[in-house]
């Protein structure tokens, strides 16, 4: 349990790191996009508006900080690659100016003319060339087209760059993550050790005064024997001492499973005893029990706690299968791991409810509870055996039939059956 806590820690910081430092890179390859987007067409505007050229560049030296525009230096007209077409109003090529760039002919412009006016836009990307499109006076249009390689560029490598600092952050936090988080769970793993042993020493306690209560209960009756008073408290002794058992095996249950105790044994086996021992009990409560259980299915775990686990659900099937009903155990395997599952008609069940039914001490019918000798414990100490044994317990309703069903893998200690 503790194992997977931890797990969970470190899997919700990383995966919140994660999305956070997503959002960062997106938000600066899509800002450096813009960026550069913006600045390539302000220059474009600028040789429109100037009939091909730049403007003189202003007095004094040019801010470099000046934001995402387009300023116009002294080097300007000589490190700016561009052409310049002229449409005529049937889309035909009248002039081409490519004299302000060198790896471009015009056959190559006329080519990615072509691409520009199958783009239908009026601003864009051919290949790495800016383009704007100018709507002329006699109805023709003119196109200018930017040369943005270094810029396309630059703005692909810091992106790149962001994307490596990004992940080599979130490798650091991990190692950082999985060397502190036994620091971080500690509060939470004393104060769960401290219950497991206040429950433990409380249970024990418990057991003294109770064996006491129920000798000297039995020296009372012998003088009165049938009293319905005396044979009340015996039978609320018996309750405790069942609850108090139960109490110490559930925090037995839900700790880490010692290496010793895992062995190798037939699944098939707990199982078919199991439906064997309860058949005759459903028979005396009116009910059928029909089994199907795979052959030869192994696993490797606490035997003990695949005995208990079969005993609870079934115990609980018992108790709450309609009358008349039948119980349908089934056992196979699927892949590397086995498959379990109970299930009984239980009628007036309220589907809202079952994700509670693993809940500590909850009952969702106390009445039925009480005279079933519920005590809220059962299914809460299946889970903690599942999780134990590193499986899955879910439970679910048809409308007519509550189904219990078990996944758990067949060698979770490195060896299989």
Not at 210 to 215: D, G, H, N, V, Y
Request: aromatic fraction near 8%; include cysteine.
């Amino acid at each position: 349990m503790i194992r997977t806590l931890r797990r969970k820690f470190i899997a919700i910081a990383m995966l919140s790191l994660l999305g956070t430092l997503a959002v960062l890179c997106a938000a600066i390859g899509v800002g450096n996009y813009l960026a550069t987007s913006n600045r390539a067409d302000r220059a474009i505007d600028l040789l429109y508006e100037n009939g091909g050229d730049f403007p003189a560049p202003p007095n004094g030296a040019p801010d470099p900080s000046g934001g995402f525009g387009f300023q116009v230096t002294p080097e300007t007209q000589f490190e700016t690659r561009y052409f310049i077409v002229e449409l005529t109003a049937e889309r035909e090529v009248r002039s081409v100016d490519t004299e302000h760039i060198a790896a471009l002919d015009r056959q190559t412009v006329v080519e990615y003319i072509s691409e520009i006016l199958d783009q239908d836009r009026d601003r864009g990307y051919a290949g790495y060339y800016r383009f704007g499109v100018f709507p002329g006076g006699d109805g023709g249009s003119t196109i200018i087209g930017l040369d943005c390689f270094v810029q396309i560029q630059g703005a692909y490598n810091m992106f790149r760059i962001t994307l490596l600092v990004a992940l080599a952050c979130a490798a650091v936090v991990l190692l950082l993550l999985a060397f502190f988080s036994r620091r971080a769970i500690r509060p939470f793993v004393e104060n769960l050790e401290r219950q497991r042993q206040f429950v433990t020493d409380a249970s024990h306690e418990l057991k003294t005064p109770l064996s006491i209560l129920s000798a000297d209960l039995g020296m009372l009756e012998e003088p009165h024997p049938g009293d319905r008073w005396l044979e009340s408290a015996q039978a609320q002794i018996v309750r405790l001492n069942k609850l108090t058992k139960n109490l110490v095996e559930l925090a037995r249950t839900e700790e880490s499973v010692r290496r010793e105790a895992v062995t190798v044994f037939s699944l098939s086996d707990i199982v078919q005893a199991n439906a064997e021992a309860f058949e005759m009990l459903a028979e005396a409560g009116g009910k059928t029990l029909a089994a199907e259980v795979a052959e030869r299915v192994e696993m490797e775990g606490v035997q003990d706690d695949l005995f208990r686990l079969l005993s609870i659900l079934l115990d609980n099937a018992v108790k709450y299968c309609d009358p008349g009903g039948e119980i349908r155990l089934k056992l196979s395997r699927r892949g590397r791991t086995v498959s379990l599952t109970v299930s009984n008609p239980c009628g007036d069940l309220d589907p809202t409810k079952l994700p509670r039914y693993f809940d500590r001490f909850y009952r969702a019918d106390s009445s039925r509870a009480r005279s079933t000798g519920g005590y809220g414990i059962g299914l809460s100490t299946a889970k903690a055996i599942v999780q134990r044994h590193r499986g899955r317990i879910t439970n679910s309703y048809d409308g007519r039939n509550i189904t219990f069903a078990v996944t758990l893998p067949q060698g979770q200690y490195g060896r299989r059956g």
